[in-house]
């Protein structure tokens, strides 16, 4: 960066600030969950030489120390946050290896920079970027050791939740109340194997704030310390719609409630209801509905959504709960290229050979309003 230029920068941002289920039930939903996230799964001499390296450095590390200043500070635009991410010490990894709604966000200015760090020994980890558009938190978890980190921090986490007793665990809090809700991760990837990109909050049952007071605890057994990180959280987001339909359609025995959708440029959420008749719990429920749609004698039921355009949205993580005579689910895909007049939802069942069972009977179209 011309050191002009970012002199120019500093003075214009100057005075302004930055701103109970059955565990059967919840295992077969989330590992269904994970295997489809999962396959979705890029010369002068002398002197002189001499004097004019040790000016480029002066020049290189009083633009550093300036850029690292407006960042603890809170003194970064949406404009100015992006030129940052363009060099190399400032890439997001969002950009870099998130999918096609985390580059939306990085590349709109809706993420937040956090900068957190916590050492326990010889393993330091931090937080470096975050997203939350209200249906999902994701954020940029990178590993730091002295001998460099290899192998990547996904292949490193997941060797120790294969070797070790104690796996490897991820606890989350809102306003200070543990969050009951799943997880999941995704590797950083050739551009940034130090990182993962962690997803939460997205339960179909977890009411979120759009601020609030969050903190994320690591747990790493071999190193018998957690790794605490708090920092206050706003849903930042574009263009933005949400839909409460209320629709719904029975077929052999899957009475199937469509209860919201939320449509915007990072993220589309559909949330889901499977209801038991009166009186009927989800043992009952299970059973009264056919063989031929359940896996390991479990229903979990998928979409696929489609804009008015033909185009399906991509999956790319989501979760099942179940309660009295209610399954509950909510999936998260990659947004539309712009926003849909309406939205098909297309319900299936993912076979054990891969293939995908859709049940037309139980399909809805869902205008955007």
């Given at each position: ?92 990894v969002f950009q870099l290896a998130g999918d096609s709604g985390l580059k939306q966000a990085s590349i709109t200015g809706v993420t ?8 326990h020994g010889d393993l330091t980890l931090s937080i470096s970027e975050l997203m939350y558009d209200g249906s999902r938190l994701s ?66 049952d977890l009411h979120v704030p759009e601020a609030f007071n969050f903190k994320m605890v690591v747990f790493i057994p071999d190193v ?146």
């Amino acid at each position: 960066m011309n050191p002009k230029h970012l002199d120019q920068e500093l003075d214009d941002l100057r005075g302004d600030k930055a701103e109970e289920v059955p565990e059967l039930v919840r295992s077969r939903m989330n590992s269904v969950y994970q295997e489809l996230k999962g396959s979705g799964e890029k010369v002068t001499p002398g002197r002189r030489r001499r004097s004019w390296w040790q000016r480029l450095i002066i020049t290189a590390a009083c633009a550093a120390v300036a850029v690292m200043l407006m960042i603890g500070l809170g003194f970064i635009s949406p404009a100015m946050a992006e030129t940052l991410k363009q060099l190399p010490f400032m890439k997001s990894v969002f950009q870099l290896a998130g999918d096609s709604g985390l580059k939306q966000a990085s590349i709109t200015g809706v993420t937040s920079d956090v900068q957190q760090s916590v050492t326990h020994g010889d393993l330091t980890l931090s937080i470096s970027e975050l997203m939350y558009d209200g249906s999902r938190l994701s954020l940029v978890l990178t590993k730091k050791e002295p001998d460099g980190g290899n192998p990547s921090f996904y292949e490193w986490w997941n060797a120790r939740d294969m070797q070790l007793g104690p796996a490897n665990n991820i606890d989350f809090y809102i306003n200070g109340e543990l969050a009951n809700t799943a997880w999941g991760m995704a590797p950083g990837g050739e551009a940034a194997p130090e990182s993962l990109i962690v997803t939460a909050l997205e339960s179909p049952d977890l009411h979120v704030p759009e601020a609030f007071n969050f903190k994320m605890v690591v747990f790493i057994p071999d190193v018998g310390q957690s790794f605490t990180f708090e920092l206050p959280v706003k849903k930042k987001t574009l263009e933005s719609v949400v839909l409460t339909p209320e629709a719904a359609k029975t077929f052999d025995h899957i009475n199937l409630h469509i209860k919201r959708i939320e449509i915007s440029q990072t993220t589309i959420r559909l949330i889901t209801e499977i209801k038991g008749a009166p009186g009927q719990d989800i043992k009952a429920l299970q059973e009264a509905i056919p063989d031929k749609y359940k896996t390991h004698g479990i229903l979990t039921l998928l979409f696929d959504l489609l804009n008015d355009q033909g185009q399906t949205a991509t999956m790319i993580g989501g979760n099942g709960n179940g309660q009295g005579n209610t399954l509950s689910g909510s999936s998260s895909y990659e947004p539309f290229a712009a926003m849909p007049k309406s939205v098909v939802i297309k319900p299936y069942i993912s076979t054990q050979d891969g293939e995908k069972l859709y049940i037309s009977e139980l399909e809805m179209t869902v205008p955007v309003q």
